[in-house]
């Protein structure tokens, strides 16, 4: 049982590149975010998903864009990357909102020139 | 969305109960308390939530206050493993948001 599954791990980009994250999850969890993690920081909430089909915006959702055209995908896109977007990104998934425990990825760490 | 305040660090003595507090006195009826845990370089891991009551699982126990504003995670035998920056989060019954603050970094001492 793979749980949450973030592609790529690692990755360098250059500014003014796109790129997009993807997260994959096989529990059949109808919600799905994405949080980024500046050093010394807690995570901040960037975009979220209800459900197959829907997406809302978090805490800090300039700069990205996100996609769920299936339940167990969730992508995450910069469309055109700054280096304030370098971060770690982790995915999360849960089975019924708050009333559910979040289960995260192990996370991409960005970096952008 | 409701936010909650955490001491910035804490020391325990390995093999000793931990008490983590945490305050949140702005909190609605349908918020849910959650507590994760973050180990360097790794994703938070779950370790236990409630809404009312008192909670127990394999990991920890969960205290809440009678009028829901403050609650405490309890290790009630913390081990090299267990430090780690834990963070206690208001989730929406709605939504299921989880709002990190900057958490509890816990050390614990052998």
């Known amino acids: 049982n793979a749980g949450v599954t973030q592609t790529p791990k690692f990755r360098v980009l250059k500014t003014g590149q796109s790129m997009t994250l993807l997260c994959a999850q096989d529990m059949n969890h109808e919600y799905m975010y994405w949080y980024r993690q500046d050093p010394g920081m807690g995570l901040r909430l960037i975009h979220y998903?209800?459900?197959?089909?829907?997406?809302a915006k978090g805490e800090v959702p300039d700069g990205y864009n996100v996609s769920r055209l299936k339940k167990q995908n969730f992508l995450l896109g910069l469309e055109s990357a700054a280096p304030s977007q370098t971060s770690v990104y982790f995915c999360a998934s849960s089975r019924q909102g708050a009333i559910q425990p979040q289960h995260f990825g192990d996370g991409t760490r960005l970096s952008i020139l | 969305d409701a936010k909650t305040t955490q001491p910035n660090s804490m020391e325990s003595n390995e093999e000793e109960p931990v008490h983590l507090p945490c305050n949140h006195s702005t909190i609605s009826g349908t918020d849910y308390i959650h507590w994760y845990r973050q180990l360097p370089s790794q994703g938070p891991e779950y370790v236990i939530h409630?809404?009312?009551s008192n909670v127990n699982n394999r990991m920890a126990s969960l205290a809440i206050a009678e009028d829901r504003k403050s609650s405490t995670l309890i290790l009630h035998r913390a081990t090299l493993r267990d430090a780690a920056v834990y963070y206690c989060?208001?989730?929406?019954?709605?939504?299921?948001?989880?709002?990190f603050g900057q958490g509890t970094t816990l050390q614990v001492k052998p």
């Open positions: 989060i208001l989730s929406s019954s709605n939504t299921g948001k989880l709002i």
């Open positions: 998903s209800v459900g197959e089909g829907t997406t």
């Open positions: 409630g809404l009312t």
